[in-house]
């Protein structure tokens, strides 16, 4: 037989009686169906993948695991985390709706309140999630929706997240918690009263600062509906190399987190002890503003989150991070390594030095995302860049 010119065929797949122990990767964006009929009820039921916009196994398996940790059914995956706060907004309001933000999202999601909403029509506002009263002093006639974090960034400051749940239940108001921080092992917003559960799997779930993705679900089936609809027709949907080693890595997870969390809880009891660093926020320490809710709504799990502050200003803080060349400075959280953030510089840089003062975050600030290293020797390097940071200033 003569060889073919081309290659290009839609061959099968050899058939095996054994079955890969690796969940397989998929990056077909197409899939070829029998016939029309077949097609035809493959959309009326959703009984196979058309397009991997609309869906592909590689999310649905990384989806359904994350359903598992959050207690949650039909969860979706999206491009980012950013993208799952998007689907569930572009999803769920419309123009005249009014969104009641807390005053300390993630600065992207402080963005889309302040910046973008606006332009669609959609009023914002924000007030302080560790007063239920002033989430109360702030709803409208027309407030649709409250955006909380149950632990704050970087502040550390924990919500009201048990007022604001009977708030919203109490005014009809749909509660969507942003659970990135606090991960389902510290908190299940579903247990608690929220409608809406989002993640920057990007972080902790994900773990290894190589895959951007989000994950969104909703109690009521019609939301969740609505919330699929936005994901797959804005394209805010994922890539199948992404969830396929975001599964992997979520594989570790409860290992990374209670290692982390350990690590974190050592960490911030060094660091008090450390001269130049004027206070440490860490939610399960005594001297943490929010010790009490803390202890009862996460549980006594602190997670992986401190924040820290260093006096000597800027010239301490750059200090520091040169003094420290193995710990990232980057601003991302939830890596396998321990990494720093600096807000005054990063994330909260658009403020005012007042607008920072207010938030308690001065030139000395530090958020640490701590990972699983050996705590001994992450002890030994901040306190050396420590030292260093106070000769520097
Ligand atoms: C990182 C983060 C986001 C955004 O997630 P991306 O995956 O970076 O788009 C949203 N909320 C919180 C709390 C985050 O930490």
């Not at 009014?98 to 600065?107: F, I, K, N, S, T």
């Not at 002093?137 to 502040?155: F, Q």
């Not at 001297?287 to 009862?296: I, S, T």
């Not at 200003?313 to 003094?323: S, V």
């Amino acid at each position: 037989m003569k060889p073919p010119k081309s290659l290009v065929r839609r061959t099968g797949w050899p058939t095996s009686t054994s079955r890969p122990v690796v969940t397989p990767l998929q990056p077909s964006v197409v899939y070829a169906s029998p016939d029309p009929d077949a097609l035809d009820t493959q959309y009326e039921d959703g009984s196979g993948y058309t397009y991997a916009r609309e869906g592909h196994p590689n999310a649905e398996v990384l989806a359904a695991k994350i359903d598992m940790l959050e207690g949650a059914t039909g969860g979706n995956i999206t491009g980012s985390g950013m993208s799952a706060i998007g689907a569930v907004f572009l999803g769920v309001l419309k123009a005249g709706d009014h969104v009641l933000g807390a005053d300390q999202l993630y600065g992207r999601s402080l963005r889309l309140m302040t910046q973008d909403l606006p332009k669609l029509g959609i009023e914002t506002s924000l007030a302080d999630p560790t007063d239920a009263a002033a989430i109360a002093a702030a709803i409208r006639p027309n407030t649709k929706m409250i955006l909380v974090e149950v632990v704050s960034n970087p502040t550390i400051r924990v919500a009201d997240m048990d007022g604001i749940a009977a708030l919203a239940k109490d005014r009809g108001i749909l509660l969507a918690v942003d659970n990135t921080f606090t991960t389902p092992r510290s908190y299940r917003p579903f247990d608690h009263g929220a409608d809406i559960v989002i993640h920057s799997v990007t972080k902790l779930l994900s773990g290894h600062s190589d895959a951007t993705l989000g994950y969104v679900a909703a109690r009521d089936p019609a939301l969740r509906t609505a919330i699929n609809d936005a994901n797959v027709t804005w394209g805010l949907t994922p890539s199948p190399f992404d969830c396929w080693l975001a599964e992997r890595g979520l594989h570790s997870f409860d290992l990374r987190f209670d290692r982390a969390q350990q690590n974190a809880t050592a960490l911030a009891d060094a660091l008090v002890e450390m001269p130049g660093v004027a206070r440490v926020i860490y939610p399960t320490r005594r001297d943490h503003p929010d010790h009490n809710r803390a202890m009862g709504l996460l549980d006594g799990q602190g997670g992986h989150m401190l924040s820290f502050e260093l006096t000597g200003g800027r010239a301490a803080a750059n200090a520091l991070t040169r003094a420290a060349p193995d710990i990232a400075f980057a601003p991302t959280l939830g890596d396998i390594g321990t990494t720093l953030s600096h807000p005054a510089s990063s994330s909260h840089r658009g403020l005012t030095p007042e607008g920072r003062a207010a938030l308690g975050i001065s030139e000395g600030f530090f958020r640490v995302s701590v990972g699983v290293e050996d705590i001994d020797m992450l002890v030994s390097e901040l306190d050396h860049a420590i030292c260093q940071a106070q000769n520097a200033s």
